[in-house]
């Protein structure tokens, strides 16, 4: 589970990262950059952020027992 919470994390930095850019000027969609003559896989990596968000907010209530321990809660 932690390997599945470290990639969870990892992506919504990236969905973060990419909305702000996203909010500052448009055309700075990094996801479309990389992947936009791959419009499935753009849409699966939008759908997998959004999974992540989903994830993190039922495993890290209050506190990310996970990341201060070393074990990710199940």
Same mark, same amino acid.
């Given at each position: 589970?932690?390997?599945?919470? %470290?990639?969870?994390?990892?992506? #919504?930095?990236?969905? $973060? &990262?990419?909305?702000? &850019?996203?909010?500052?000027? /448009?055309? @700075?969609?990094?996801?479309?950059?990389?992947?936009?003559? @791959? /419009?499935? *896989?753009?849409? &699966?990596?939008?759908? &997998?952020? !959004?999974?992540? $968000?989903?994830? #993190? *907010?039922? %495993?890290?209530?209050? !506190?990310?027992?996970?990341?201060?321990?070393? %074990?990710?809660?199940?």
């Amino acid at each position: 589970m932690k390997i599945l919470h %470290t990639v969870a994390f990892f992506l #919504l930095v990236i969905g $973060g &990262l990419n909305w702000a &850019l996203v909010g500052v000027n /448009p055309e @700075w969609n990094v996801v479309k950059m990389i992947l936009g003559g @791959w /419009p499935i *896989v753009e849409s &699966l990596v939008y759908v &997998l952020v !959004g999974l992540s $968000g989903i994830l #993190l *907010v039922a %495993t890290c209530k209050g !506190g990310c027992a996970a990341c201060s321990s070393g %074990t990710c809660s199940k």
